[in-house]
């Protein structure tokens, strides 16, 4: 399955944004799905995870109460809504399909990974 993630840019502290990430070939509507996000010099981070059916999700401590994350119901799109947004939320954002159909906090537990959109929060 291919991944293609978009709607990053730059805004300022407050504001949201709202990233798609249109999943094409092989379906993902078996497979959970997640956001993950990495900024210059540190390591990839988990932001949030949602499960095949779209009815379980968790998320990162940073981003809990401001960042919701939902599938279509084909299960082959997965959006991360950003709201309230910081400047230390800048980072690469990458969307990726899970080995299974949970949940999955852990990079190790994705199979599939988008190219990554880009997200600048200034101050």
């Known amino acids: 399955v291919q991944l293609q993630a978009s709607g990053g840019g730059l805004v300022q502290t407050g504001a949201s944004l709202r990233l798609p990430c249109a999943a094409s070939g092989r379906t993902a509507s078996n497979n959970g799905m997640g956001w993950f996000r990495q900024a210059p010099g540190k390591e990839r981070e988990f932001v949030a995870t949602i499960d095949w059916s779209g009815s379980n999700t968790q998320y990162g401590d940073s981003v809990k109460g401001r960042f919701t994350i939902s599938r279509d119901k084909a299960g082959n799109a997965v959006y991360l809504q950003m709201n309230s947004l910081k400047p230390e939320d800048t980072a690469v954002y990458y969307c990726?399909?899970?080995?299974?159909?949970?949940?999955?906090?852990?990079?190790?537990?994705?199979?599939?990974w988008g190219q990554g959109t880009q997200v600048t929060v200034s101050s």
């Open positions: 990726a399909v899970a080995l299974k159909a949970g949940p999955a906090t852990k990079s190790r537990n994705y199979k599939s």
